[in-house]
């Protein structure tokens, strides 16, 4: 049976419409500032260079890597902005966040037009239902002891707190953006966007190269690619997942609410920090409305937080509260809606199948196929 709790919100959540929700928000939540946006574009981009400077220029190894942590997580900023600017919440001109964006994910060799395709419609159309959002999809533990070694062990490292950033690369960079080429409609856009980024890595390891030799091609462009990985791999975990929060296999289960509301997270840091950030871990209004910039979404949360407070999951960060929710969110029973250690899979699935009740084995590959990438 499910948590009494539990089973409470979804039926009380189900019956409301998104529209309710976005009507809760004040409208001067969605006023867009060129200047607030261009500012915060200035200053990612005074960090990041500033940072990859260093990197290249330092004169000790061991410094070149500390500028290297640096301009990673700096490249992890930018890209949060242009995030922003691909969901139309900063500028009313496609053309200008277009271009502004494609820049700010040019050094995580992320391509702007591939990924917002991806994320736009798929994970904020299906948040959390997994078999079209396959965005940190939680295996079931019949899934688990089905797979390979080669896989578990794979979504153990990809399910830890130390190789997250595993589940950036081979889950949404690599098949979404590298290997996805779309449709005819979006081939050429796609190609171009691939190439572009593809002459910048190419340009910017050359150039790294001759100033520095490996080790500023180490600390200028590998090691922030994989800080950056880290780093947004870690903030989509967060945005969904948590022991309070459930995933969906079935379509008739799940609606824009629940995935929007119910099941995307507040964590709160210091002021700096979210500042940094850009808000991004203040993610419940980001979902009822993608439209909002990130300098509005505090206030959108409050106003969210007068109305649908008790449907709203909110924590601290703390890297005790980060460790726990890695450790108890590692397998899910998606009919009961509980999560599951791995330690607990194999007494678990001999339960089920004592009792007849196994659960199915979920697979979502062929709806991503027709739906399009998944990015979080």
């Avoid at 998104?18 to 001067?28: S, Y």
């Avoid at 400077?53 to 000790?60: E, K, N, Q």
């Avoid at 002891?145 to 690369?169: G, Q, T, V």
Wanted: hydrophobic share 45%; with cysteine.
């Amino acid at each position: 049976m499910l948590q009494k709790s539990l089973q409470q919100d979804l039926a009380q959540v189900r019956p409301i419409r998104l529209q309710e929700l976005r009507a809760a928000i004040r409208p001067e939540r969605y006023q867009q500032s060129i200047t607030r946006a261009l500012l915060a574009y200035f200053f990612d981009a005074l960090l990041y260079l500033g940072a990859i400077a260093g990197a290249l220029l330092a004169p000790h190894g061991w410094l070149k890597l500390v500028f290297g942590l640096l301009a990673g997580a700096a490249v992890a900023f930018m890209f949060v902005w242009a995030h922003d600017a691909a969901h139309g919440a900063l500028f009313r001109s496609q053309h200008l966040s277009r271009w502004l964006g494609t820049v700010f994910m040019l050094p995580s060799f992320n391509m702007y037009r591939l990924w917002a395709f991806g994320h736009n419609r798929v994970h904020h159309g299906f948040t959390s239902l997994s078999s079209v959002d396959w965005i940190w999809r939680p295996w079931t533990p019949a899934e688990y002891r089905k797979s390979s070694w080669p896989r578990r062990l794979l979504y153990r490292l990809e399910r830890s707190p130390y190789a997250c950033a595993l589940h950036y690369i081979l889950r949404v960079w690599w098949p979404g953006m590298l290997r996805f080429r779309g449709d005819g409609k979006n081939r050429t856009a796609f190609r171009n966007d691939k190439l572009i980024t593809l002459a910048f890595f190419l340009g910017f390891s050359v150039l790294a190269w001759w100033i520095g030799g490996i080790w500023s091609w180490i600390s200028a462009v590998l090691l922030p690619f994989i800080v950056f990985n880290y780093f947004i791999a870690l903030f989509v975990f967060l945005h969904h997942t948590h022991p309070d929060l459930p995933f969906f296999a079935e379509k008739e289960d799940w609606t824009p609410a629940l995935g929007q509301l119910y099941c995307s997270t507040i964590v709160r840091c210091s002021r700096i920090s979210e500042m940094l950030i850009h808000n991004i871990l203040i993610h419940t209004p980001h979902h009822v409305d993608a439209r909002i910039p990130f300098y509005h979404l505090k206030g959108a949360y409050a106003d969210l937080r007068e109305q649908y407070g008790q449907y709203i999951h909110e924590m601290r960060f703390s890297f005790r509260a980060v460790w726990r929710i890695f450790a108890q969110c590692q397998l899910y029973d998606y009919e009961q809606h509980c999560w599951l250690r791995f330690r607990q899979a194999r007494s678990w699935l001999a339960t089920q199948e004592q009792n007849g009740l196994l659960t199915r084995v979920i697979d979502v590959a062929p709806v991503v196929r027709r739906q399009g990438t998944a990015q979080g």
